[in-house]
């Protein structure tokens, strides 16, 4: 059979739909949440073995990785006035400890990082900071990448204006008083203080009160703690190749999951997509003539550490690494594909491109960036793909309580297992090359 | 001026758009919650008092009251499994207490009362029973009459099959991981078991648990206590009418709120827009000829007692009743009125539907029942109405930690706002006679 009409064939049997809800299902009701270093951790490892087993793939093994173990404590956010009021807090992955009792000091908003480090240090010596950055709601979550930096910088940009603590209005797109988690990082030089996110309402609370002039207080409680790194594992399986095993196309997603949750669309929902292309691809008619490698990484969220294992651990295969794409932005539709390749790639992606068209998928010019697992992947020239799907409602739940499964609709994660397994399958069984990408080209 | 004339005008002029928002922020960002015997409860009687006389409103007072003084406590639900997860749970309101270390017990899980109460002893004892009632979303709220029963009445149902505690999934229509309290209540003769409501993706959970043949297992941590009874007020101010001052048209919403929210839409709303209603009545060209009074009752959601208060210090007064309204479905739209009252009352209430028509409202034949907190006036014969606002969200948040000012839209309450400015002054001012309600007409 032709290789596109062996591909065609299989986007329309995957397009009747699959399993990909009842393996989120699976995975978040019988572990839940499994960040790394959690009990939840192992338990999801020997799941995802078991998965990759029943969906047909093969060699399928937990391959070595280390990781930080970070737990969360106590957290709680008093508005002390003659009716304290409790706001909705949560610490960022990554952060030190308040004291046991907490702390306790006024509160100084800025809308933005760039405002925070426009202001004098006696605005901000021995205040909690706390940086109401807004996130943009859009079909493809470029807002976040606007946002996030906020929670990722704000801890060392306040704490070097002599700031105790800072927290970040949510960087999310909800109304709900469930704050949103994700992880921060401390700047070389500057005083590590505690860092945590507050709801979107009690953050516009604050917001509201300083622009009436008045001067908000709070109690914060934050009681994460580090312990020492500890090993984990990324699970990998296989469709072996017909003709090339050794070139190999991977499919990510993670494994990991934020504690707050469920890990439903995060990154539930990515596994079980890139499960259904591995499932598909193993069942198809026509074996694909290279390899299909499925890998749930450890660790994505909060240290890469299943990332860096893979590509040490794969550092001689990475010149057969033809194509690598990651399921990470939920259980929305894919609406458009973007590569990233030289023109090599771009001739061998035409062909992709026309097999998701009768999914309602287009294709940008705008060069993909690969999900955070792949991008080391990057600098050995490996192409990658983003599958971009439909995040309009993704940031409402991401990082949170709410991410359970009822947020997954099953129409529209069975279209992206459909486009992931198109992309896949047909990435895998063209004889065309994506050739290899510079890692200069664009960045 | 005609009557019909004065009452257009004041409804055309209410409608630009009032003080509403403005109000609800005031009360939420001041004071916030404010349970009955709460820090939050005698703040938000001196921000009546305040808002009141800023309103134009006389005879501003506080009128006494007795209310129950119940405290919400700790309260956790854990899963437990290998990777134990957290439920988002919350004690009903007069929920006893579990034992402070909590309860461990297998779940068993209905779909209704009715399903409860068909149960055999031995499947029940000694278990922690969750009643998985699904609410149905309306615009009129209906829904949430047929579901709440089960909050009410599942413990008492269940401990006499001798569970040991109860939930409920929570009484409401979103997906967030936020538990709906709201008040419970013990039959006689039945054990006291603690009550709680999960919300619902984790009431959810249970359910496919179940469904799935396995038997999930909680420790249960709930420790609410009920303190003595408490005095306190509602808080009640006037237009005194300028031919027949004598003659009551009530408007009233409830001044407490629970504590999980800020009591933006329950009941800071109804209270901003019975506020505008008298405002608007207090600088009308013309003052109306009856009273108008402004009811803001203590404790309508745990005991009632501003209410059963009001109805005995005025009982003398009952007859001088002729209408009466409360604003206590948040801060939509309203969309139609509903009226009680007898031939008499039909005739002039349509008077105030034409009026009522270039807000896009229209009224229907059923009968008004009246808020709960004026209910007891109906014992008296006093003709009730609904404004029925549209309620189609108002249950994603009623009861949590959601219930915050970001819910809220301007020109949703301001339409609600000069609706019942409408219907109150155009009540108060017309020569027309409400009648008198035999209470068994519609009971």
């Known amino acids: 059979m032709d290789t596109m009409l062996a591909a065609a064939t299989l986007r329309d049997e995957a397009a009747k739909g699959g399993k990909a809800l009842e393996t989120v299902q699976s995975l978040t009701d019988e572990v839940g949440p499994r960040l790394a270093g959690s009990k939840g951790e192992p338990l999801a490892q020997e799941w995802a073995v078991r998965a990759m087993t029943a969906a047909g793939l093969t060699n399928v093994r937990k391959e070595a990785a280390t990781v930080p173990v970070w737990q969360r404590g ?65 079909r493809d979550g470029r807002g976040y990448g606007k946002a996030v930096r906020a929670r990722g910088l704000a801890a060392s940009k306040a704490a070097k204006l002599g700031a105790i603590a800072a927290l970040v209005r949510s960087i999310g797109t909800d109304d709900n008083r469930l704050p949103h988690t994700g992880a921060m990082r401390y700047e070389d030089g500057a005083p590590k203080i505690p860092a945590g996110a507050l709801s979107i309402p009690d953050a516009d609370l604050l917001v509201r009160l300083v622009s009436e002039g008045k001067t908000p207080r709070l109690r ?10 500890a090993p984990s594992f990324n699970v990998v399986g296989e469709v072996v190749g017909s003709e090339r095993p050794d070139e190999i196309v991977l499919l990510g997603a993670h494994l990991d ?61 990475m010149p057969k690494h033809v194509f690598a794409l990651e399921a990470d932005l939920g259980a929305g539709k894919v609406f458009t594909v973007r590569f990233r390749g030289d023109d090599a790639s771009i001739a061998a ?95």
């Open 220 to 229: 914060l409680v934050l009681t994460p703690q580090a312990l020492a790194d």
């Open 349 to 443: 992606s035409k062909d992709l491109v026309s097999l998701l068209a009768p999914l309602a998928i287009t294709s940008e010019l705008e060069p993909g960036e690969g999900g955070s697992d792949i991008r080391p992947l990057r600098s050995f020239g490996v192409p990658v793909a983003d599958a971009e799907q439909d995040a309009t409602r993704y940031f409402d739940f991401h990082h949170t309580a709410n991410d359970t499964l009822d947020k997954i609709d099953r129409a529209e994660i069975d279209q992206a297992a459909a486009a992931v397994t198109t992309l896949a399958y047909a990435a895998a069984h063209t004889r065309a090359s994506f050739g290899r990408v510079p890692e200069k080209k664009h960045d």
């Open 74 to 138: 106590e957290e709680t956010a008093e508005l002390l006035a003659e009716n304290p009021v409790e706001l909705a807090v949560t610490a960022l992955g990554g952060s030190v400890a308040t004291p046991a009792a907490g702390l306790e000091a006024d509160v100084v908003v800025v809308p933005t990082l760039d405002a925070l480090e426009a202001l004098p240090r006696e605005k901000v010596e021995g205040k909690i900071v706390l940086v109401a950055q807004v996130m943009e709601r859009s």
């Open 257 to 317: 999951s934020w504690d707050l949750g469920r890990g439903a669309i995060d990154d539930g929902a990515g596994c079980a997509i890139v499960l259904e292309a591995g499932r598909n691809a193993a069942h198809a008619r026509e074996r694909p003539r290279r390899t299909v490698r499925v890998v749930l990484f450890a660790n994505e969220e909060n240290g890469s550490g299943g990332s860096k294992a893979y590509a040490k651990t794969h550092e001689a295969e």
